[in-house]
């Protein structure tokens, strides 16, 4: 397979979203204590959708209710103290570079997270293409066709690797990626194998 260019998703993919789990709480109690309101009562009005796990999204909540910086306060405190990055990362992507490859994120987060956590581990890469770039979610063409004009991008040549069925593997099959679905982030190392 001649990939020069490496997609990855984010969540769930590069990192342990269990940090979400973490925060939580404390985020609901801060909306709670700042706005007077019931927040998930407040996320079902504003017609936020839950995720897997049966959450809201806490950085769309606070992003809705204009509590950006209070939210980005308690995350960053805890993206400190917790080790998020999953195994193996590091030296993937290093041993990617060593071969010429172009490496993008490609993730439904927020610009400014994917950032804070690249920051902590001091990770580069080429760019990082999220949803403030596309203006949407990757459940919709607008998404792909937005990344693949952003970047120059030829399908053919790239390999999307992520942990989301829908959004990691048919979607961007519509537009030509190859794809990678990983069930566990172990199975990252095989793409060194390609
Ligand atoms: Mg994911």
Redesign the pocket.
């Known amino acids: 397979m001649n990939v020069k260019t490496y997609l990855f998703?984010?969540?769930?993919?590069l990192i342990d979203t269990k940090i979400y789990v973490e925060i939580y709480q404390p985020i609901l109690d801060m909306i709670k204590e700042k706005l007077k309101i019931d927040p998930l009562e407040k996320a079902k009005e504003l017609g936020l959708t839950k995720n897997k796990f049966a959450r809201y999204d806490t950085g769309d909540l606070c992003a809705e209710l204009g509590l950006l910086e209070e939210y980005y306060e308690i995350l960053e405190k805890e993206i400190k103290i917790r080790d998020v990055l999953h195994d193996n990362i590091v030296n993937i992507f290093k041993k990617l570079k060593k071969d010429n490859k172009i490496i993008g994120i490609v993730s439904n987060s927020m610009r400014r997270t994917i950032k804070l956590y690249f920051d902590k581990y001091e990770i580069n890469v080429d760019f990082i293409f999220s949803k403030d770039d596309a203006d949407c979610q990757k459940y919709k063409d607008e998404y792909w066709q937005v990344l693949i004009k952003k970047h120059h991008l030829n399908p053919k040549e790239c390999l999307v690797i992520?942990?989301?069925q829908h959004d990691?593997v048919t979607m961007p099959k519509k537009f030509g990626f190859k794809t990678m679905l990983i069930k566990n982030p172990h199975e990252l190392k095989n793409i060194l194998k390609n």
């Open positions: 998703d984010f969540d769930d993919t992520g942990d989301h990691d």
